[in-house]
Each structure stands twice: as C-alpha cells, then as structure tokens.
Nanobody, 119 residues
Framework: QVRLVESGGGLVQAGGSLRLSCAAS????????MGWYRQVPGKQRELVAT???????KYGDSVKGRFTISRDNSKNTVYLQMNSLKPEDTAVYYCNCNAVSLYNSRDYWGQGTQVTVSS
C-alpha cells in the first residue's frame, strides 16, 4: 500500500542540528497531512510537528522556535529541520502520513530513526 522510510537520525552535541527526511512510496493517489512524532522508553508517543498539503503547520510546545517541518509534494517527502537540539530531544522519531491509496485512506507509520543528543 504505502511505505514510509525515515533517514537522517544520529548522534549530535547539544546545540547542534539534524535534518530528518521521510519518503513515501507505493500505490499513492494523494497524501493528506504528514507529521513527526517521537517516543522514549516508558513514555507515550509525543507530537512533534504536522503539516497539511497546503503548508499549514502545527508544533508541539517543546519544539516551537527550534524545529521546522516542510514537505515536497512532488517527491512525497516530508522533512524535519531540528536546530538548537537539547538532550531532552533524544528519542526515536517516527514519520506519519494520512495517505489515500487506490481504495482506502488511513494513517501510515515509518520504522523510526534514533536521534541522540549529548550534553
């Protein structure tokens, strides 16, 4: 149906930057909202940012002013530019999209990419 693959995670010092990418592929008719979520062991999944097809964005309070979400509709790709990273940002980051395939519309999730911020 639809597959999401994240990339760009890794190790970075506090104050540094990373850029995550998520490419969607498969039998895609259209993609509605896309977003990034993160999760650490023992805690619930947390919203990081979402973006609509026409560019409207929403951010979690803890990342406002530091992270920027964007998308390239021609490439079915969503990005997350993360600046001024803090140790508290350490988590597995998951890409999400609501996509329309040939006969259904539902949420899809990527496999996750680890982001570790050292102090």
């Amino acid at each position: 149906q639809v597959r999401l693959v994240e990339s760009g995670g890794g190790l970075v010092q506090a104050g540094g930057s990373l850029r995550l990418s998520c490419a969607a592929s498969g039998s895609i008719r259209s993609i509605n909202a896309m977003g990034w979520y993160r999760q650490v062991p023992g805690k619930q999944r947390e919203l990081v940012a979402t973006i609509t097809p026409d560019g409207r964005t929403k951010y979690g309070d803890s990342v406002k002013g530091r992270f920027t979400i964007s998308r390239d509709n021609s490439k079915n790709t969503v990005y997350l530019q993360m600046n001024s990273l803090k140790p508290e940002d350490t988590a597995v980051y998951y890409c999400n999209c609501n996509a329309v395939s040939l006969y259904n519309s539902r949420d899809y999730w990527g496999q996750g990419t680890q982001v570790t911020v050292s102090s």
